[in-house]
């Protein structure tokens, strides 16, 4: 019974290997564990340390060697598969540099997210939410903070694009960004939502 499994599925394989078309598409899963990892080290966030390969060789020590033998095969026929499913880049040396800038200047910002005065944009910025929350002698401060802050947040999403080759996922990747920014926002600090109005969480 086994054997006419194994047989039957290595049949279904060699007909799929022969119908395969390569498709790059934008690896949304990817793109939100590495903006995860990247937002929570900048807000200084504890770093989860699972280590996720030993955790995939586990499960599929755990499958049936059937099961095993044809997910091995369709690897052996089918390599350029691998090619619709990229490994995603987020740690480039031009991400590495902006990453340690915008967590350098995260503790300026804190106090300000804390108190209203700055939130984040729709569009994975930051913004001015409550001028009145700034003392006039720190406004030119909090402004230059934001302005600094913006054009790292751009650069960044635009070296995460060209690291992986693809200059036209910037947007995709922006809009992660965007996503996550706001589930890690500490409670009580103000975020746009997809129409632009402030919501505090």
Not at 56 to 71: D, E, H, N, V
Not at 127 to 142: F, Y
Not at 161 to 171: I, Q, T, V, Y
Not at 179 to 187: D, F, I
Request: charged share 25%; hydrophobic share 40%.
């Amino acid at each position: 019974m086994k054997l006419m499994k194994i047989s039957g599925l290595f049949t279904l394989l060699l007909l799929l290997a022969a119908c395969v078309t390569i498709n790059i598409y934008f690896p949304a899963a990817q793109a939100e564990e590495a903006a995860e990892r990247i937002v929570d080290d900048i807000l200084g966030k504890p770093q989860p340390d699972a280590d996720k390969k030993t955790e995939k060789k586990g499960a599929a020590l755990q499958q049936p060697l059937y099961q095993y033998m044809a997910s091995q095969t369709l690897e052996f026929f089918i390599p350029s598969a691998q090619a619709a499913q990229p490994d995603f880049n987020a740690s480039s040396p031009a991400v590495r540099k902006l990453q340690a800038s915008m967590k350098s200047r995260n503790s300026a910002l804190t106090p300000h997210y804390n108190s209203g005065a700055v939130g984040f944009t729709r569009d994975a910025m930051i913004g001015i939410h409550d001028a009145a929350a700034i003392s006039l002698k720190d406004r030119n401060k909090v402004q230059g903070l934001i302005s600094d802050e913006n054009r790292d947040r751009s650069e960044l999403y635009r070296a995460i694009a060209e690291a992986n080759g693809h200059p036209e996922w910037e947007p995709e990747i922006r809009a992660t960004f965007a996503r996550t920014w706001v589930e890690k926002a500490a409670e009580g600090w103000w975020y746009q939502n997809a129409k632009g109005s402030w919501v505090q969480k």
